[in-house]
């Protein structure tokens, strides 16, 4: 087996994973409010790429991990995401009518209901993260804290506050990088953080190292998100395709060109590789999820 196929093949059973898990952990719609866990369900199942609950899943096989704070971990980090989108799609702020493939949930549900979904996510995913697993308890609230930090006003919330008070002006890279840094590449870091959190015996180094990783990793990331917002047509991207352009928001593919920022995405990956090297074999899937961030269409 060639090592993408390798990696497509780990990539659709951890996302299935990933999927029973949500499954499991979210509220019923029988529940009451009806709606309210009708709309969580609607945005949270069956679509999207898990890239964090991989990256917190790639991250655990560095050591012995404990599988319940794993899965936890897996299901809270993409709550936390998925709040972040139908927030981030409402009228407020990017105004997308389209995500994953499908009417984006204020669409859907209305705008009250939108609110009250990222609201409930985000709860949710700390209400899971802090149930009862096997972990020593100061690695488990590390977990927590780690969360908390890169949701709120110094990860990507604060990263969402500073692309919407930049819209229509040019940015440094500098800027630019320190936004991304916080808006996309906070939970990005999280998510690695947390699967090597799951494992009693990764010591400070090697999270020191996965950070490192874990930050390049977020900017090419970011920067590729730039790339196919200008390649991608929006069937592809299953969202608004230019949109980026049409909100005149600060850009990689506006600050550098788009080859350039392509190649600067490379570089980036290459970088992050090269932090996991003293890692060795068990790194494999965070190496091989880096390699997947730039080659990927959507």
């Not at 609607?42 to 890239?51: M, Q, S």
């Not at 440094?172 to 870091?189: F, N, P, V, W």
């Not at 506006?254 to 290459?270: P, S």
């Amino acid at each position: 087996m060639t090592q993408a196929n390798d990696l497509k093949a780990w990539q659709t059973r951890a996302q299935a994973q990933t999927e029973l898990l949500l499954e499991r952990l979210m509220p019923s719609e029988n529940e009451m409010p009806h709606k309210l866990h009708q709309a969580m369900r609607y945005v949270t199942l069956g679509g999207g790429k898990r890239l964090r609950p991989l990256l917190v899943l790639a991250a655990s096989e560095l050591g012995e991990a404990e599988q319940t704070a794993v899965e936890q971990a897996m299901a809270a980090i993409e709550m936390v995401h998925v709040y972040s989108l139908v927030h981030d799609d409402m009228p407020a702020m990017d105004n997308d009518s389209l995500r994953r493939g499908k009417p984006t949930c204020h669409v859907q549900y209305g705008e009250a209901t939108a609110l009250l979904v990222g609201d409930a996510l985000q709860t949710q995913a700390f209400d899971i993260l802090s149930r009862p697993t096997a972990l020593p308890s100061e690695r488990q609230l590390k977990m927590l804290s780690v969360l908390a930090k890169a949701s709120g006003s110094s990860g990507m919330a604060g990263g969402q506050a500073i692309d919407l008070n930049n819209v229509g002006k040019a940015m440094s890279q500098t800027e630019l990088e320190r936004m991304h840094g916080l808006k996309t590449g906070a939970l990005i870091r999280a998510a690695v953080a947390m699967g090597a959190l799951a494992c009693p015996d990764v010591d400070d180094e090697v999270l020191a190292r996965l950070d490192d990783y874990a930050r390049k990793l977020g900017l090419a990331f970011q920067v590729i998100d730039d790339v196919l917002d200008c390649e991608a047509d929006t069937a592809t991207l299953g969202k608004t395709a230019g949109k980026d352009a049409d909100n005149d928001k600060p850009t990689y593919v506006k600050l550098m060109g788009l080859a350039e920022a392509r190649r600067y995405a490379e570089q980036l990956v290459e970088a992050a590789v090269e932090a996991l090297a003293p890692l060795g074999e068990k790194s494999l899937r965070l190496r091989q999820l880096a390699q997947f961030v730039t080659a990927r269409k959507n």
